[in-house]
């Protein structure tokens, strides 16, 4: 089984100056600025030697569009060679690459003149990523994108990441774009002979019984519609929290996470086997994790949460892997640095890492069942 740690190239590399999310930060219409962050890029090797020593087998990361691709009339090949050292890298360690074609942000330029929101654009990132693919990326998993409907939902329909648009049209316009794009980067990918998927952002509930309809609804659109309507060789699925379906339930209830999210291993559970039932596809959880200091309940949540990866495992869904989010603590969007995911965390100053007790919570795993 595949498990290790995800992660996504704005958040961690830094100073990926030509993206929207620069733009937005240098101007002031964004809080926190990200930066140099943890250097990631060009301390991936030190990174690597860490998952090394943490026994992890796989490693989920992103390629930025806006580094490769900085202005309309430049692809830029250095840039792809970077991340084709980063993959040879993890090959020659033996932790599996798991790569994301396109996580959140964009280049200017390329939001400029529409982002996803015009439907001509989704040939562009299609070229761009035929040329990632023409030098050769030595991997065998593909996610296409991440979470594209958080992406509608965040930045054109509540307006809270770039472009800050609010509007109903406008989001159904993108997440339908994103779906084609899905399904047509699928095409191409398979002439590579990848193993393709998204990373789709999932939820469980709370009190769904009390208001059955919701709650039907609400699955539909957030968890079910996105699988229907795209080609996938494999369910890449990103599960952080519950969702509770009477409002205000919580108001009593102490939150013991930075982002104040329900958490509910058991709704990991039984999302692996409803999705299993419904699809027979075999399933990888590329994201999962919790914002904290307090390492024991980080430990706790990876092994309460693995652990019923592990039960569905075992009752014979094919689960390929488990990656905790993050490997380092990063960029929490709108957030900055404020939120504290990471199972290695870093001195801004000297950038120097420092691993976390978490960390060998996710390695003891990793020594048990990286051959299961
Ligand atoms: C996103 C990450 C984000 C994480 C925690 C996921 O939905 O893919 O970029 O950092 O959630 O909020």
Redesign the pocket.
Known sequence: MLIGT?T?AY?VEGNNKNSDWWYYEKIGKLKYKSGLSSDHYHLYRTDIDIMKKLNLNSYRFSIEFSRIYPNRNNIDKKEIEHYKEVISDLNKNQIEPIVTLW??TLPKWFLDIGGFENRENINIFIDYVEVLLKHGLDIRYVLTM??PL?YSINSYLVGKYPPFERSIIKFLRVQNNLIEMHNKLYRLLKQYDYEVSF?H?MYSFFNKNLVYPAYKISNYILNEEMLRRTKLDFIGI?Y?KAISMIPRPSLRRPFKTE?RWRINPDGLYSLIKSINFEYHKPIMIT?N?V?TKNEVLRGDFIRSHFNRVLRAKREGVPVIGYMY??FID?F??IYGYT?H?GIVAFDPMTLKRHIKPSAYVLKNIAIRYRRY
Do not use: L, T, V
């Open positions: 995800a996504s958040q996580h959140y991440n979470e958080a990373a952002a990103n952080y982002m994201e994790g914002a989010w993050s990063n929490e969007w939120k995911f």
